[in-house]
């Protein structure tokens, strides 16, 4: 998905260390949204964000922190790896939030993280 | 509190035939269905939505059903190709930011 792009694809960490997610769109979409992914969880929203300088808390939005200081990107912060993070993270845009219009999200292609 | 389920992890259908994808949700508040379609190593893409205002939406081959009163809907392929392999998801929600999905079903379309 070329409009959405995560950084890393992989990575492993080990317990208490910590690492930031990048992602980056170039769709110029107002709303983006953070989420994990586990087996037979679906998908789950961590955290979003209406707009620059703005963000909110989804469904499991513990262990983890989020910033929008440009439009384009959207950060993913673990400050204190653990186990239970280990997933798949994935990254999604829209033109119009939820709230403002049913629009479908746009989705990078995720990031693999591991932590022993 | 999973509010979006897909009970069947995976269905094989043979080429050709029909394949129909089912959801159910539990919270009467969701307005906006979708499903998303994922292959591996790469993130969802949108297949196909529906309104709560209506019970049918239809695009080429993907149809997806609402019966709001069973709190299910359902997405039928045809006919199915094998490159509709992939797992989709079921997805929901209710005029906030808080999209709920389900686990997924895994599809398998045979040649």
């Known amino acids: 998905n070329a409009g959405v792009t995560q950084t890393p694809k992989f990575r492993v960490l080990k317990t208490g260390q910590s690492m930031t997610l990048l992602c980056a769109q170039d769709?110029?979409?107002?709303?983006m949204y953070w989420y994990r992914q586990d087996p037979g969880m679906g998908l789950r929203l961590i955290h979003y964000?209406?707009?620059?300088?703005?963000?909110a808390k989804g469904e499991v939005p513990d262990g983890y922190n989020v910033s929008r200081l440009k439009k384009q990107n959207f950060l993913l912060g673990l400050e204190s790896a653990a186990p239970s993070q280990t997933s798949v993270y994935f990254c999604?845009?829209?033109?119009?939030?939820?709230?403002?219009?049913?629009?479908?999200?746009?989705f990078g292609d995720g990031t693999r993280l591991s932590i022993l | 509190d999973q509010q979006v389920k897909q009970n069947s992890p995976s269905l094989s259908v043979q080429e050709g035939r029909i394949s129909i994808l089912n959801c159910d949700y539990t919270n009467s508040m969701f307005d906006y269905f979708l499903w998303y379609k994922k292959y591996p190593a790469e993130g969802p893409t949108f297949l196909i939505s529906i309104s709560s205002i209506k019970d049918k939406n239809e695009d080429g081959r993907f149809t997806v059903f609402l019966n709001k009163s069973a709190k299910h809907l359902s997405l039928h392929i045809v006919p199915s190709q094998p490159g509709d392999s992939a797992v989709y998801f079921c997805?929901?929600?209710?005029?906030?930011?808080?999209?709920?999905f389900g686990a997924g079903t895994r599809l398998t379309v045979k040649p």
């Open positions: 999604a845009t829209s033109f119009l939030g939820l709230l403002g219009g049913n629009q479908p999200q746009h």
């Open positions: 964000s209406v707009g620059e300088g703005t963000t």
């Open positions: 997805a929901a929600s209710a005029h906030n930011n808080d999209m709920r």
């Open positions: 769709m110029n979409h107002e709303y």
